[in-house]
């Protein structure tokens, strides 16, 4: 248990472009915002841009959803109990739809009516750790796992709704509706040191469900054996390793973990 | 997750009554919510406070209302306290699945008709209402604390923990943002019933129209909507989207769709008592629109409703109805002019107690539409009831309507159902 001063909590991570992905010259989908450090929270928010043909633009469309995700969070941070299921979501897609349109203009875009969001659909999923709740955000697929002291990992938000045969996504239309939002309340910053959130080129390169699990609760390991700073320098190795023997995939991971790794 | 109390777990109640922990249902911001079960079997659900929201205070308002109990069964009260290990929790009923919240309404999980939706309006109008004969408050009408059944407008108020006296000025709760009276947002008043009408004419609103009455321009140019920005829409400077002499918090289409087409769908009479709700009712507590009076204007409005002859939508009756989905012309119904009610009278409209006196019972049924069993396309009114009904023709002939019997829809006859009379139109 953390036990005296106040939780301090870190958010570190990487994004790699994937294997497949290099080898046909393509930009990076996947995108990572990290909350700069701050004592009362911290922040992490990872997206996946589709990539597929009708998403020409989608690198751009998850970057944007990352950057506005994370403001939008900060900005909310003492109401999100009561915004989290109509009124965040609503503002979140509202926010990703005012940069895409302002970017498509910008660059001088073809304008189509409806206008095209589908070119940069994108999916998201953010995390905010504080003293005393942590909250998960996620439209479309990826995975976000909670840690427990002991080292357990177990996914929160797992279940998607049925949107037919379209992956969920922020350019969906009535989008807000496909978010999922999730507020756990904490007696104790340290029942979940850690919370870890990844696009999902990163469990596609598991074999099974528990060996994505076992990542989890790896990680805490090494948290606790070696600290945060050591993982945050051997990431991107790591995940472009995953990559490679796995899914081909771009791959984003984010980690919140308390900063001290004292436990008694 | 760590939870306070552990699957199997068992709990002495003040009326000693053991409980056993079932299983974790969901946690909120001052405590987690477990299902468990009482020797005979029987299920109910246990509120847990955390440590931090455990005061003696908030154990003291519990067993205050425990002895009081509740305004009626639509409300999820605290039936008896267990308190352990220097903590506590209380005990109520537990929330039938077919129960959505007003999220799942806003996310179209649920979707009534609008005929179980203005039911669903009756029923929460006068459940605050006995709430509030009592000299009670809510104190925290919102999204979260409401539940109700698509199929009938059935209603259930959950979170009942926070209830107190009128003005009581120990308690720590105010609301839920958004919901809030805009005078205690500026700190010149405490909860009370005023300030309740406002919270649930908000709510109201939502159901209706899916949308929030002052979030219009100004919100949706907003990008940092910290607590000052807040404070500004729905405290210090609240803006009705409709108001008829301030256009500037209009909402923007595209992003505030639902606000402007329920608007536009329902009944000026309707739109007018929102209007002021949100207008004269935004200053003035004495303003605001009563519980009797949402009744009376849900009821109204249930009464009105027909469907298009093309598409089947619900619509609502006017001189010239047009489907507000297929914008076809609509051919009315017959309706039953009653006590100043104009009821439709669908293929599938029944007569309840309320039409005959005005008491919002729509349960005890007096009469429905019904076909002729040899004559399809020939409808009349079954009497259901034990009583004879009068029927008079337009010619003033009269016949007796026994029990069982059907009263022809001629238009101009009368139809005297004992405590009152109705005419055919």
Redesign the interface.
Same mark, same amino acid.
């Given at each position: 248990m953390i036990s005296g001063k106040k939780a301090e909590w870190l958010a570190i991570g990487s994004v790699v472009t994937g294997a497949m992905h290099l080898r046909k010259e393509m930009p990076c989908q996947d995108a990572l915002y990290l909350s700069p450090p701050n004592p009362n929270f911290a922040i992490a928010c990872v997206a996946d841009g589709h990539g597929s043909n009708s998403c020409p633009y989608s690198d751009e469309g998850s970057t944007i959803a990352v950057k506005v995700a994370g403001e939008?969070l900060e900005?909310?941070l003492?109401?999100l109990?009561?915004?989290k299921? *109509?009124?965040l979501p609503k503002?979140l897609v509202?926010?990703w739809e005012d940069e895409v349109r302002a970017i498509h203009e910008k660059k001088e875009r073809e304008m189509l009516d409806p206008f095209p969001y589908t070119l940069y659909g994108t999916t998201l999923l953010a995390v905010v750790a504080t003293d005393s709740f942590v909250f998960a955000l996620q439209i479309g697929d990826g995975n976000i796992l909670?840690i +427990?002291?002991n080292g357990t990992a177990?996914p929160i938000l797992a279940e998607a709704e049925n949107v037919g045969e379209d992956t969920e996504s922020l350019c969906l239309k009535e989008a807000w509706?496909y978010i999922r939002t999730q507020?756990?309340?904490l007696?104790l910053p340290s +029942? *979940?040191p850690m919370l870890m959130l990844s696009t999902d080129g990163y469990a596609n390169g598991f074999m099974n469900n528990s060996g994505f699990l076992k990542a989890g609760s790896d990680f805490y390991k090494l948290w606790q054996e070696e600290g945060a700073d050591f993982i945050n320098e051997a990431l991107p190795e790591w995940l472009r390793q995953s990559s490679d023997r796995g899914s081909g995939d771009d791959i984003a991971l984010a980690l919140i973990t308390l900063k001290s790794a004292q436990t008694n | 997750?760590?939870y &306070?109390l552990s699957d199997g777990k068992k709990l002495l109640s003040k009326h000693r009554i053991a409980y056993k922990v079932i299983r974790f249902i969901a946690?909120?911001?001052q405590g987690e919510v477990y299902e468990v079960e009482d020797k005979s079997g029987q299920r109910y659900a246990l509120k847990w406070y955390?440590?931090h929201s455990a005061t003696k205070y908030q154990q003291k308002l519990i067993e205050r209302l425990i002895e009081r109990g509740a305004p009626d069964e639509r409300f999820l009260w605290p039936l008896d306290i267990i308190i352990s290990d220097g903590l506590f929790g209380y005990i109520m009923r537990l929330r039938p699945p077919a129960y959505k919240s007003i999220?799942d309404l806003?996310?179209?999980r649920a979707e009534p008709t609008f005929s179980a939706l203005c039911m669903a309006g009756i029923n929460l109008a006068d459940s605050y209402q006995n709430l509030h004969s009592q000299g009670l408050c809510y104190r925290d009408i919102?999204?979260g604390n409401l539940f109700f059944n698509p199929a009938d407008g059935d209603v259930l108020i959950c979170d009942n923990d926070n209830v107190t006296v009128n003005l009581d000025k120990d308690s720590s709760t105010h609301g839920?943002?958004?919901f809030i009276a805009p005078e205690i947002i500026t700190g010149k008043k405490l909860p009370s019933t005023e300030t309740d009408l406002y919270s649930m004419a908000v709510l109201l609103f939502y159901m209706f129209m899916l949308h929030h009455p002052l979030e219009g321009a100004i919100e949706?140019n907003i990008?940092?909507?910290? &607590?000052k920005a807040?404070e500004k829409i729905y405290g210090h400077d609240p803006i009705f989207i409709w108001d008829s002499t301030n256009q500037s918090n209009r909402p923007i289409p595209g992003?505030q769709d639902n606000a402007i087409i329920f608007w536009h769908m329902y009944p000026p009479y309707l739109r007018d008592m929102f209007t002021q709700a949100f207008t004269k009712g935004l200053h003035d507590g004495n303003a605001r629109i009563v519980e009797k009076e949402w009744k009376d204007a849900f009821s109204k409005l249930r009464n009105s409703i027909l469907y298009c002859n093309k598409c089947g939508a619900e619509n609502f009756f006017n001189k010239k109805p047009t489907c507000w989905a297929c914008k076809s012309a609509i051919s009315p119904p017959p309706r039953l002019n009653i006590r100043g009610q104009l009821v439709m009278l669908n293929a599938n409209s029944i007569i309840h107690a309320h039409h005959l006196y005005g008491n919002f019972d729509f349960v005890r049924m007096i009469g429905k539409v019904s076909q002729h069993p040899t004559q399809p396309g020939k409808w009349g009114i079954t009497n259901v009831t034990k009583d004879n009904w009068t029927f008079t023709k337009p010619t003033s002939d009269t016949a007796v309507i026994e029990s069982g019997r059907t009263a022809p829809l001629v238009s101009g006859a009368k139809i005297n159902f004992g405590p009152t009379e109705g005419t055919i139109e």
């Open positions: 939008l900005t909310m003492p109401n109990s009561d915004h299921d *109509v009124w503002k509202a926010m909670m +427990d002291a177990k509706q507020i756990i309340p007696s +029942d *979940v | 997750m760590i &306070a946690s909120g911001g955390f440590k999220v806003m996310k179209r919102s999204f839920t943002p958004r949706a990008k940092c909507f910290d &607590a807040m992003y």
